[in-house]
Nanobody, 124 residues
Framework: QVQLVESGGGLVQTGGSLRLSCAVSGRAFSAYGMGWFRQTLGKEREFVATINWRGDSTDYVESVKGRFTISRDNAKNTVYLQMNSLKPEDTAVYFC?????????????????WGQGTQVTVSS
């Protein structure tokens, strides 16, 4: 079965950095787009970033552009989210998602598999 396991979350001060990782098993990782979403209590899960199957096309929610970078290593079946200049409003549970297509976008319905989430807390 397909498994996505996130790691790298934690507590960081405003302006700090974190790198999230998501290891995927059980499917042909390199054939599908990948994404990161986040969710805070009482709010809907929101799109953060996506990367296509080859890793040469990315997209971000406006609020993280210039601060976050999504990347992937197809040899390691892993996708990353480098988060710099973190702000308190970035505090959320971050979810890795495996796409259903070569390229994926901002909609949750484009993703078929999800990780368990990792908490990111940015203190002011």
């Amino acid at each position: 079965q397909v498994q996505l396991v996130e790691s790298g979350g934690g507590l960081v001060q405003t302006g700090g950095s974190l790198r999230l990782s998501c290891a995927v098993s059980g499917r042909a990782f390199s054939a599908y787009g990948m994404g990161w979403f986040r969710q805070t209590l009482g709010k809907e899960r929101e799109f953060v970033a996506t990367i296509n199957w080859r890793g040469d096309s990315t997209d971000y929610v406006e609020s993280v552009k210039g601060r976050f970078t999504i990347s992937r290593d197809n040899a390691k079946n892993t996708v990353y989210l480098q988060m710099n200049s973190l702000k308190p409003e970035d505090t959320a549970v971050y979810f890795c998602a495996a796409g259903l297509y070569y390229t994926t976008g901002t909609y949750m319905r484009e993703y078929g598999y999800w990780g368990q989430g990792t908490q990111v807390t940015v203190s002011s």
